[in-house]
């Protein structure tokens, strides 16, 4: 089944262009037999025509990739001369106000690889809709702004499928002749046809339930493929805490009788929201100690909890269009992220969240698919579930919430709740109701919306002796991004404090304000040019500058050394600790590229050293802090830093010679802390002992990256003797990174033990293609071989190919050009069979203007290789002639 091919230019859909929807649609009753070869699909609509519209006209329905099969209205067939067919759509013309329309296609789901619609995944039938997959089932006003109410009716082969689902409650079962058995489910809240799913397979199922605040039994199930039932306790506690959170800290309480959530291995993202029954990717659901990592724990924990959060944010109050796509992502990755710091750390939590901002938003937000967190056009919607829409988009909730403070913020999202319910709002209504509940003028925050960019904040400080007044003067930069030329002052919200000589924080008073108790103020910059005078500060103090990182911004301050050693050691503010330390480690990486392309000695300076050894030696008592500050930034972190030309060798060179020499130099501190942290008794994913094995393998690699035999010696035992896949991989990862002897063995051992379990493999394949001695050219070649991968199931393709492109800048950036051109192949084999992945893989290209004139030149050819393809999807095609810019 070919997809939709841009043999015209597509075209791109606007914002300013919206319109209301001709047609409503209140209720859907669906009909699915499903088959081996096809499947038909047959639809029946009660559909009036829009109050709010003076002349509805035709009716416009969405659809592709199916075939036709009947069409009747009021239970006439509707003639062909009345109704206008394409590839992307059906119209009818001439339709009654109100009627009932019944449609009748036939569907291939064994043949559907682009994972949109319909499709099957390891024997498994599931849908994935959002956002525009439900026009391949059957042809329908696919918007989120038709809401209906669903009854679904699936029949199957019974010893196939014995498990049929669909959203809401379960009405009517029965068998069928020939083996077949039918069930129907009854959706009670209407909802966007976006958030439709079925599921039918042969699947276990585990089983659990939840009592809200308000006395409703809420049954929990969770299905996987048999033999996995042992890999879902953390998801079920999860979701069980997070339902109890979001009565707590919104107010929020479950409206359904039943919650299911499906697990499929194949799966285009991590996991989708669908109303009562979620579709999670496995590498999202499944864990236990022995083959998942503390961080796949935390990942699902977060990932459980942002679609039980959707259940409000998203489904209960949903979207307009699909340019309001943050308004649902943004505040519910803000609220996954609120979860998890209060389920962790909350500090660390917020590095995490920086970090992740930095190294995947930031150079999006400087590079040519640049787009506001509300964009105002697309080719494709499906390229939007962007770092923007999410990371940005939840940066932005979280400026209102400093704005307004914890009280005036719920108060906020209460009124918006309550007003919404049940509607197709905007990111307006939702800044309109923050407005209304806190009585603040939220006009020029707008522009967060609006406006792309991130913005550059140039701060001084200005002590006066004399009047015992410190200044700070601040000025904001908001750089051109594509079809954005003039950018208005943001509103910026900056929290700042000031430390005295010993390190303790002062309570900073504007001047003109009386007597303050707080020690970090949150300082509102408005103007493009604004100074902020504090009053009564008896000796120059060391600023301490957007704490917890406030605002999503690039802030510049000229600290010397010892000011960024001094807040390592002393700032009240956790984040902005890291921050410094962060900064000192910058600083230390950019001298030693500077160093190794003059071709000189890198050299380590001492503030470094000492800050880290102080961090090491339990200044802090916050292990998790500790091993966060000691993380080195990633190569494509600081290749976003760096200033034209990127040089991926240097980056690679100089972070490299920077570990070995702070493991040298630190040994001691690194063997104790890496005796001093191991595991005693049985594995538990609670913040103590996650924080102790981060601290433990952090210092082991370190170990190993200084060749100290006994760390290296302490690597291998620890990788043959780990009963949990942290450790075991906190070993192999160093192994593999500095590829001490004995490592191939370990890599083969690790496959012949772990085979049979999917997420492993992944984890197996990923290690590799991100190493750069295990991921050269040739060696990801073999692996594409290797009869593990599979083209058609994403996780391995983001295991290898995105890890390779991502994570291995400095062998994907050969000089050569050899690995461009490689993927460029890949780029285009991918388009052929699920164009989502395509286009995310093409992004690996997408700033090539940041590199020497060489490597643009070769990447620019492969950019314009892929675009001459004729069959190329609208989702490739909008990354590529983006990217060429
Ligand atoms: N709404 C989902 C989530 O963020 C992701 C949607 C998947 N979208 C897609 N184009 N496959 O939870
Ligand atoms: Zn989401």
Same mark, same amino acid.
């Given at each position: 089944?070919?997809?939709?091919?841009?043999?015209?230019?597509?075209?791109?859909?606007?914002?300013?262009?919206?319109?209301?929807?001709?047609?409503?649609?209140?209720?859907?009753?669906?009909?699915?037999?499903?088959?081996?070869?096809?499947?038909?699909?047959?639809?029946?609509?009660?559909?009036?025509?829009?109050?709010?519209?003076?002349?509805?006209?035709?009716?416009?329905?969405?659809?592709?990739?199916?075939?036709?099969?009947?069409?009747?209205?009021?239970?006439?067939?509707?003639?062909?001369?009345?109704?206008?067919?394409?590839?992307?759509?059906?119209?009818?013309?001439?339709?009654?106000?109100?009627?009932?329309?019944?449609?009748?296609?036939?569907?291939?789901?064994?043949?559907?690889?682009?994972?949109?619609?319909?499709?099957?995944?390891?024997?498994?039938?599931?849908?994935?809709?959002?956002?525009?997959?439900?026009?391949?089932?059957?042809?329908?006003?696919?918007?989120?702004?038709?809401?209906?109410?669903?009854?679904?009716?699936?029949?199957?082969?019974?010893?196939?499928?014995?498990?049929?689902?669909?959203?809401?409650?379960?009405?009517?079962?029965?068998?069928?002749?020939?083996?077949?058995?039918?069930?129907?489910?009854?959706?009670?809240?209407?909802?966007?046809?976006?958030?439709?799913?079925?599921?039918?397979?042969?699947?276990?199922?585990?089983?659990?339930?939840?009592?809200?605040?308000?006395?409703?039994?809420?049954?929990?199930?969770?299905?996987?493929?048999?033999?996995?039932?042992?890999?879902?306790?953390?998801?079920?506690?999860?979701?069980?805490?997070?339902?109890?959170?979001?009565?707590?800290?919104?107010?929020?309480?479950?409206?359904?009788?039943?919650?299911?959530?499906?697990?499929?291995?194949?799966?285009?993202?991590?996991?989708?929201?669908?109303?009562?029954?979620?579709?999670?990717?496995?590498?999202?659901?499944?864990?236990?100690?022995?083959?998942?990592?503390?961080?796949?724990?935390?990942?699902?924990?977060?990932?459980?909890?942002?679609?039980?959060?959707?259940?409000?944010?998203?489904?209960?109050?949903?979207?307009?269009?699909?340019?309001?796509?943050?308004?649902?992502?943004?505040?519910?990755?803000?609220?996954?992220?609120?979860?998890?710091?209060?389920?962790?750390?909350?500090?660390?939590?917020?590095?995490?969240?920086?970090?992740?901002?930095?190294?995947?938003?930031?150079?999006?937000?400087?590079?040519?698919?640049?787009?506001?967190?509300?964009?105002?056009?697309?080719?494709?919607?499906?390229?939007?579930?962007?770092?923007?829409?999410?990371?940005?988009?939840?940066?932005?909730?979280?400026?209102?919430?400093?704005?307004?403070?914890?009280?005036?913020?719920?108060?906020?999202?209460?009124?918006?709740?309550?007003?919404?319910?049940?509607?197709?709002?905007?990111?307006?209504?939702?800044?309109?109701?923050?407005?209304?509940?806190?009585?603040?003028?939220?006009?020029?925050?707008?522009?967060?919306?609006?406006?792309?960019?991130?913005?550059?904040?140039?701060?001084?400080?200005?002590?006066?002796?004399?009047?015992?007044?410190?200044?700070?003067?601040?000025?904001?930069?908001?750089?051109?991004?594509?079809?954005?030329?003039?950018?208005?002052?943001?509103?910026?919200?900056?929290?700042?404090?000031?430390?005295?000589?010993?390190?303790?924080?002062?309570?900073?008073?504007?001047?003109?304000?009386?007597?303050?108790?707080?020690?970090?103020?949150?300082?509102?910059?408005?103007?493009?040019?604004?100074?902020?005078?504090?009053?009564?500060?008896?000796?120059?103090?060391?600023?301490?500058?957007?704490?917890?990182?406030?605002?999503?911004?690039?802030?510049?301050?000229?600290?010397?050394?010892?000011?960024?050693?001094?807040?390592?050691?002393?700032?009240?503010?956790?984040?902005?600790?890291?921050?410094?330390?962060?900064?000192?480690?910058?600083?230390?990486?950019?001298?030693?590229?500077?160093?190794?392309?003059?071709?000189?000695?890198?050299?380590?300076?001492?503030?470094?050293?000492?800050?880290?050894?102080?961090?090491?030696?339990?200044?802090?008592?916050?292990?998790?802090?500790?091993?966060?500050?000691?993380?080195?930034?990633?190569?494509?972190?600081?290749?976003?830093?760096?200033?034209?030309?990127?040089?991926?060798?240097?980056?690679? !060179?100089?972070?490299?010679?920077?570990?070995?020499?702070?493991?040298?130099?630190?040994?001691?501190?690194?063997?104790?802390?890496?005796?001093?942290?191991?595991?005693?008794?049985?594995?538990?994913?609670?913040?103590?002992?996650?924080?102790?094995?981060?601290?433990?393998?952090?210092?082991?690699?370190?170990?190993?990256?200084?060749?100290?035999?006994?760390?290296?010696?302490?690597?291998?035992?620890?990788?043959?003797?780990?009963?949990?896949?942290?450790?075991?991989?906190?070993?192999?990862?160093?192994?593999?990174?500095?590829?001490?002897?004995?490592?191939?063995?370990?890599?083969?051992?690790?496959?012949?033990?772990?085979?049979?379990?999917?997420?492993?493999?992944?984890?197996?394949?990923?290690?590799?293609?991100?190493?750069?001695?295990?991921?050269?050219?040739?060696?990801?070649?073999?692996?594409?071989?290797?009869?593990?991968?599979? !083209?058609?199931?994403?996780?391995?393709?983001?295991?290898?190919?995105?890890?390779?492109?991502?994570?291995?800048?400095?062998?994907?950036?050969?000089?050569?050009?050899?690995?461009?051109?490689?993927?460029?192949?890949?780029?285009?084999?991918?388009?052929?069979?699920?164009?989502?992945?395509?286009?995310?893989?093409?992004?690996?290209?997408?700033?090539?203007?940041?590199?020497?004139?060489?490597?643009?030149?070769?990447?620019?050819?492969?950019?314009?290789?892929?675009?001459?393809?004729?069959?190329?999807?609208?989702?490739?095609?909008?990354?590529?002639?983006?990217?060429?810019?």
């Amino acid at each position: 089944m070919a997809d939709v091919r841009n043999t015209q230019q597509p075209q791109p859909v606007r914002l300013a262009e919206y319109t209301p929807p001709a047609y409503v649609v209140d209720t859907v009753d669906l009909h699915f037999e499903l088959g081996e070869e096809w499947t038909s699909v047959h639809a029946r609509l009660a559909v009036r025509a829009n109050p709010d519209r003076a002349e509805p006209g035709a009716l416009f329905l969405n659809g592709r990739e199916m075939e036709l099969l009947e069409v009747a209205v009021d239970g006439r067939p509707w003639p062909e001369t009345d109704y206008e067919l394409n590839e992307e759509s059906l119209t009818l013309h001439g339709v009654p106000e109100h009627f009932t329309l019944e449609i009748t296609t036939s569907i291939r789901p064994q043949e559907n690889t682009a994972l949109e619609g319909l499709y099957k995944s390891s024997g498994t039938f599931c849908t994935q809709c959002e956002p525009e997959g439900f026009r391949r089932i059957t042809y329908f006003p696919d918007r989120s702004d038709v809401m209906a109410r669903y009854t679904t009716t699936i029949v199957a082969d019974a010893e196939r499928y014995p498990v049929l689902l669909s959203n809401g409650n379960r009405i009517g079962a029965g068998t069928l002749p020939g083996g077949r058995h039918w069930v129907q489910w009854e959706d009670p809240h209407p909802k966007p046809s976006y958030l439709f799913a079925l599921v039918a397979g042969d699947l276990a199922r585990v089983s659990d339930a939840f009592t809200t605040l308000s006395g409703r039994e809420v049954a929990l199930h969770i299905y996987v493929e048999h033999g996995n039932e042992d890999k879902v306790d953390h998801a079920m506690r999860s979701l069980k805490a997070a339902m109890a959170w979001d009565e707590t800290a919104y107010g929020r309480e479950c409206d359904l009788d039943v919650y299911q959530v499906v697990a499929v291995e194949d799966f285009n993202m991590g996991a989708m929201e669908n109303k009562g029954l979620n579709i999670f990717n496995t590498s999202a659901i499944l864990a236990k100690p022995e083959t998942a990592t503390d961080a796949d724990f935390q990942r699902i924990e977060a990932i459980i909890g942002h679609e039980y959060f959707h259940n409000w944010s998203g489904n209960r109050v949903t979207l307009r269009d699909w340019f309001q796509l943050s308004l649902k992502e943004g505040f519910t990755v803000f609220r996954e992220q609120q979860f998890a710091g209060d389920r962790y750390s909350a500090p660390v939590q917020r590095i995490e969240d920086v970090r992740r901002l930095r190294t995947a938003q930031f150079p999006e937000d400087d590079g040519p698919t640049a787009h506001p967190v509300r964009p105002d056009s697309y080719i494709e919607i499906s390229n939007f579930y962007t770092p923007t829409v999410y990371e940005k988009g939840a940066e932005v909730i979280r400026m209102m919430y400093n704005l307004l403070g914890a009280e005036d913020f719920r108060r906020g999202t209460d009124l918006y709740f309550q007003r919404h319910d049940g509607q197709a709002v905007t990111t307006e209504e939702f800044a309109r109701a923050l407005e209304d509940a806190s009585e603040r003028d939220l006009s020029q925050f707008r522009l967060w919306y609006t406006q792309a960019g991130t913005p550059r904040i140039h701060v001084d400080g200005d002590y006066d002796p004399e009047a015992g007044t410190y200044t700070l003067h601040m000025r904001q930069e908001i750089p051109e991004t594509p079809g954005q030329r003039q950018k208005e002052p943001m509103h910026i919200p900056i929290a700042v404090g000031l430390l005295d000589g010993d390190g303790n924080g002062l309570a900073p008073r504007l001047t003109g304000e009386g007597e303050r108790a707080e020690t970090t103020r949150m300082l509102e910059l408005r103007e493009a040019e604004q100074s902020f005078t504090f009053s009564g500060i008896p000796e120059e103090p060391v600023p301490s500058l957007l704490r917890s990182f406030s605002a999503p911004v690039r802030l510049e301050f000229g600290y010397r050394d010892e000011d960024l050693a001094f807040l390592l050691a002393n700032d009240e503010d956790l984040f902005n600790r890291w921050e410094a330390g962060q900064e000192l480690a910058r600083r230390a990486l950019f001298r030693a590229m500077t160093a190794y392309r003059s071709g000189a000695e890198i050299e380590l300076e001492g503030t470094l050293v000492d800050a880290f050894g102080a961090l090491l030696r339990g200044g802090t008592g916050d292990k998790a802090l500790v091993a966060e500050a000691l993380t080195q930034p990633d190569e494509s972190y600081l290749a976003d830093l760096m200033d034209w030309p990127v040089d991926p060798e240097a980056i690679h !060179h100089a972070r490299r010679s920077i570990r070995v020499r702070l493991a040298q130099a630190l040994r001691d501190d690194f063997l104790y802390n890496y005796r001093a942290h191991q595991a005693d008794g049985e594995y538990s994913a609670d913040p103590e002992a996650i924080a102790r094995r981060r601290l433990k393998n952090l210092s082991l690699a370190y170990l190993v990256a200084g060749g100290d035999e006994a760390g290296i010696e302490a690597a291998r035992e620890q990788f043959r003797q780990a009963t949990n896949m942290t450790d075991r991989l906190g070993a192999l990862r160093p192994m593999v990174a500095e590829d001490v002897a004995g490592t191939g063995g370990a890599l083969e051992s690790f496959y012949e033990q772990w085979k049979d379990e999917a997420e492993v493999v992944d984890k197996w394949f990923a290690i590799q293609a991100s190493s750069p001695v295990y991921g050269t050219l040739d060696r990801i070649k073999a692996l594409l071989d290797h009869p593990a991968f599979n !083209h058609k199931n994403p996780n391995k393709v983001r295991a290898v190919l995105g890890a390779f492109a991502r994570g291995n800048p400095y062998r994907f950036h050969a000089a050569d050009g050899t690995a461009y051109a490689f993927f460029a192949d890949q780029v285009l084999h991918m388009d052929g069979i699920n164009p989502q992945m395509a286009a995310a893989l093409a992004r690996g290209f997408s700033r090539f203007r940041r590199y020497d004139e060489e490597r643009q030149r070769l990447m620019r050819e492969q950019l314009e290789r892929i675009r001459r393809e004729p069959q190329l999807s609208r989702d490739t095609f909008e990354i590529v002639t983006k990217s060429l810019g």
